[in-house]
């Protein structure tokens, strides 16, 4: 273990740390040593009274054991102040670094004497600092507007997925979840798949499908975004974003004798659906790709990227013909038949 280490005072967890990318860099060398949040949170501490707040931040600093000699104590939040403080008294040779991720004495969740307090604190901080490193320009100009220095560190974001968009396929299953959804097939497409992304829009029967080990699994796979009910407008604006629908049934007699309609209400917004090839679906084979087994899932699924840029013109003219008024064309004629007036205007 180094003689010499430099101690990083998380603000909050590393997950939640808006610069954690940068933390885990740090983090890689044995000479930088993560310090987590205090029992007591850095907010409650910066909000004591002054004397108050320096007794429990030494002893914090106290309770301390790092793995050797500090050289650098890291702080984000003008709260972290008061431990940062105590470090550099009971280490006199430790110097303080001061990042800033954004304007925190005017926070807008901040009331007025919380905003002096946060105020107070940066520019002790800022001031003792041996090194002050900002993300934005501004806040950088803002430092040397005060008389000080501060150096430009911009933020990463290594840890956030980055799919190739280029080659992505966005499917939109839409309808309710449960027993008659085939999850095994799910999970098998995610998994041969990988550049699918399926946004799952209702309602998900829990009572129907927890037991399921295809379902459970599915509950992990980072492709599948459950997005829960939602209203016809937002899911017709969900459907904007993908390359087409998916009716992903099982395969029974139930099934098989029906006729889905969101093959229709995807085709209104001139997109096609991958369904199994169910009898019952003859009547929209114009709106629908078949698909005899898991292998023509997947060639099908490949074969619509990009789709979403480009939506059948003809499908959507054709499936917004369909309408109520025209279905219902057998049922107003046998009416009539029966003396029974047909729609006014």
Excluded at 52 to 72: I, N, S, T
Excluded at 89 to 101: D, I, K, N, S, T
Excluded at 259 to 270: T, V
Excluded at 307 to 319: F, G, M, N, Y
Aim: charged letters at 25%; a positive charge; glycine letters at 8%.
């Amino acid at each position: 273990m180094p003689d010499r280490i430099a101690l990083l005072l998380l603000p909050r967890t590393l997950e939640s740390f808006i610069l954690r990318d940068q933390a885990a860099d740090l983090l890689r060398s044995p000479g930088v040593v993560a310090v987590q949040a205090p029992g007591l949170p850095y907010g409650a501490l910066g909000r004591l009274p002054r004397t108050l707040r320096g007794m429990v931040a030494r002893a914090q600093a106290r309770a301390l054991r790092p793995p050797g000699e500090p050289a650098v104590a890291m702080i984000f939040h003008p709260f972290q102040y008061p431990l940062a403080e105590a470090l550099l008294a009971r280490w006199p040779g430790c110097e303080l670094w001061y990042g800033l991720f954004d304007r925190t004495p005017v926070a807008p969740d901040a009331g007025p004497r919380t905003r002096e307090r946060l105020a107070a604190l940066h520019a002790a901080a800022a001031r003792r600092a041996a090194l002050v490193f900002a993300v934005s320009t501004r806040l950088v100009e803002l430092e040397r507007e005060a008389g000080r220095d501060a150096t430009l560190v911009p933020t990463a974001a290594d840890s956030f997925p980055a799919p190739d968009p280029a080659g992505a396929v966005v499917a939109v299953a839409l309808g309710n979840l449960g027993r008659r959804t085939d999850w095994r097939l799910l999970h098998r497409l995610a998994e041969r798949v990988p550049e699918l992304t399926l946004l799952l829009v209702g309602r998900v029967a829990e009572d129907e499908c927890r037991d399921d080990p295809d379902y459970r699994a599915c509950l992990a796979l980072p492709g599948l975004v459950w997005l829960g009910r939602r209203s016809d407008e937002e899911a017709a604006r969900l459907m904007l974003c993908a390359d087409v629908g998916l009716a992903p049934f099982r395969r029974d007699e139930f099934n098989q004798a029906g006729l889905p309609n969101r093959i229709l209400k995807a085709a209104r917004l001139g997109r096609g659906t991958i369904a199994p090839d169910f009898p019952g679906l003859d009547v929209w084979s114009r709106a629908v790709i078949r698909c005899a087994d898991q292998d023509d899932w997947v060639e099908a699924l490949r074969s619509q990227r990009g789709a979403r840029t480009r939506p059948d013109a003809e499908l959507r003219d054709w499936a917004l013909a369909q309408t109520a008024e025209r279905q219902d064309a057998p049922l107003w004629e046998r009416l009539r038949e029966l003396g029974v007036a047909g729609p006014r205007g």
